[in-house]
């Protein structure tokens, strides 16, 4: 397993912009497919973004699609989650997860065996 640290959530009115990270330990990171899940109050931990370990396969959510984009650095050990024209029902607790070598990156969280503790990202309307 990895251990992963995110951070970047906060506060932020409806149509700004967010962009969080999520650091890896490990010296294995690049061959790590990562993805990004959230869980707003009183719902489950939905899909947002998953990324190949090349970066070559990407995949979103479609509430998410045309605004936010997730990105790797493997040579920071570094997954970004770049989230723009934020909505209110984007507000939730933003999770980074890992899994090890797959070809395709997973949408189900029960895929992924390490994750973050979270950052919360609340969007005013």
């Known amino acids: 397993q990895v251990q992963l640290v995110e951070s970047g959530g906060g506060l932020v009115q409806a149509g700004g912009s967010l962009r969080l990270s999520c650091a890896a330990s490990?010296?294995?990171?690049?061959?790590?497919?990562m993805g990004w899940f959230r869980q707003a109050p009183g719902k489950e931990r939905e899909f947002v973004s998953a990324?190949?370990?090349?970066?070559?396969?990407?995949y979103y959510a479609d509430p998410v699609k045309g605004r936010f984009t997730i990105s790797r650095d493997n040579a920071k050990n570094t997954v970004y989650l770049q989230m723009n024209s934020l909505k209110p029902e984007d507000t939730a607790v933003y999770f980074c997860?890992?899994?090890?070598?797959?070809?395709?990156?997973?949408?189900?969280?029960?895929?992924?065996?390490?994750w973050g503790q979270g950052t919360q990202v609340t969007v005013s309307s």
């Open positions: 990324v190949s370990w090349s970066s070559g396969i990407i």
């Open positions: 997860a890992a899994t090890g070598p797959k070809w395709v990156p997973p949408r189900r969280s029960g895929e992924y065996d390490s």
């Open positions: 490990g010296r294995t990171f690049s061959r790590y497919v």
